[in-house]
């Protein structure tokens, strides 16, 4: 059946009012499409009765906690919006955590707590929130933890946080929802906007998040979206890792040589590295925490081998079915050649419904580029790599 924004937004508006009735209501906004569509469609429902709030919690873009609220709060949406400034909280409330799942699980208490004390101090019986039925389906099969998903893990929102919640967009995808906030009239800027998780710049900063390192990343984010954006393939995102390296990998050997094969070059050009952490994959619908490879070949004067993205992939393709260990193939674009703490990872996808996507064609010139600003930028990154591994079996965000 045909999706009809105008029905949608009709039927929903109504809903939504029948639910809250007189009370008011909270909505958390990222910027996002889904939680600013959502918002969009209570202020309909119950106009001045809705609070927007958005968490200002320290894993956002540089200048974006900023830049939405002036653009929600302006016609034509003009959204009632308070900034929190929750950065001090949500720092300590992740720090010394490794693993995504529980760097997840840490962000959504945080939220949820630090939502509650708003509700509380503001009169907000309920909170309304832009879930949308990808989140749900990719909770539900145990990949990973929505920030967002409670009442799908069986966590009763109102025992643990006190609140009602309402999602209205549970039942829709990313292209419908950007459908119904086009008929709202939320401006391109945000309803185009590529999809930006919940817990933010926490989710790319693999491992542990510490302050140098998340600052890295807000500098990385902006040079690798703003070349990136030029020629936009789905998703495009920069994602930081440590260099630390899995001492005594066993296989490397052989990886090696698999890899010369297929590059036509001796083993002794190829390099591989297992990185110390680990990143979120899918393999047969299920999540698996999988190893992180980083490969390259140079030829004899030591320059980085430029291969089509289409044959890394098959490369990738290859390793993975031979090693199911890993979750992600990383291939060199540059290096600075000194020892640094970190390196910048570019991701960008193609995909239609977000639950598969294969890995963009960006060009060479593009990634160099981007690498070669990254290293202007950004003192203590020593490597940029391009992620050549689809969904499955890895995930799309790197975390
Ligand atoms: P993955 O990484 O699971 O991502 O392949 C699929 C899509 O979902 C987005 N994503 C999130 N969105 N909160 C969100 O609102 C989250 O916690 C979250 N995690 C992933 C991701 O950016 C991609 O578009």
């Not at 309909?44 to 830049?67: K, Q, T, Y």
């Not at 900034?83 to 799942?101: M, P, W």
């Not at 393939?233 to 052989?254: D, G």
Request: net charge neutral; aromatic share 8%; proline share 5%.
């Amino acid at each position: 059946m045909k999706f009809v924004p105008q029905k949608f937004v009709e039927k929903q508006t109504k809903e939504i009012g029948k639910m809250l009735g007189d009370h008011r209501a909270l909505v958390a906004v990222s910027g996002g499409v889904d939680s600013v569509t959502c918002a969009a469609l209570t202020h309909r429902a119950i106009g001045e009765n809705l609070l927007c709030v958005m968490l200002d919690d320290a894993f956002m873009r540089e200048g974006e906690p900023e830049r939405i609220a002036r653009l929600i709060s302006r016609p034509p949406l003009q959204l009632p919006i308070k900034t929190l400034n929750v950065q001090e909280r949500f720092l300590e409330a992740l720090e010394g955590h490794k693993d995504a799942e529980a760097k997840r699980k840490a962000f959504r208490e945080t939220f949820y707590n630090t939502l509650r004390e708003t509700a509380e101090e503001e009169g907000c019986q309920f909170l309304v929130q832009g879930t949308i039925a990808a989140d749900i389906v990719e909770t539900t099969r145990g990949v990973k933890t929505q920030h967002n998903v409670l009442a799908q893990m069986g966590i009763n929102p109102i025992e643990r946080f006190g609140f009602q919640v309402i999602e209205p967009l549970a039942s829709i995808y990313k292209g419908q929802v950007r459908k119904v906030a086009r008929y709202l009239g939320v401006p391109s800027e945000i309803s185009e906007r590529q999809p930006f998780p919940g817990p933010g710049l926490s989710v790319r900063t693999v491992g542990e998040i510490k302050a140098d390192k998340l600052e890295m990343l807000k500098k990385a984010t902006a040079i690798a979206e703003e070349e990136l954006a030029k020629n936009p393939p789905s998703q495009f995102f920069a994602v930081i890792i440590e260099n630390a390296e899995r001492p005594r990998y066993s296989k490397l050997e052989s990886l090696s040589k698999t890899i010369g094969d297929i590059f036509n070059v001796l083993s002794d050009y190829v390099f591989v590295k297992v990185f110390q952490d680990k990143a979120t994959g899918v393999k047969k619908g299920q999540r698996l925490y999988g190893d992180v490879l980083a490969i390259k070949a140079e030829d004899e004067n030591g320059h980085i081998l430029k291969t089509p993205i289409e044959n890394l992939v098959r490369l990738q393709d290859k390793i993975v079915e031979e090693n199911p260990s890993f979750a992600r193939v990383l291939y060199a674009i540059n290096e600075t050649g000194k020892r640094q703490t970190y390196s910048i990872v570019v991701r960008a996808v193609e995909t239609v419904d977000f639950l598969t996507a294969s890995v963009a064609e960006v060009s060479w010139t593009s990634l160099e580029k981007i690498a070669d600003r990254i290293f202007d930028s950004c003192p203590t990154v020593s490597s940029v790599y391009y992620d050549v591994t689809p969904k499955p079996p890895a995930t799309i965000e790197f975390e």
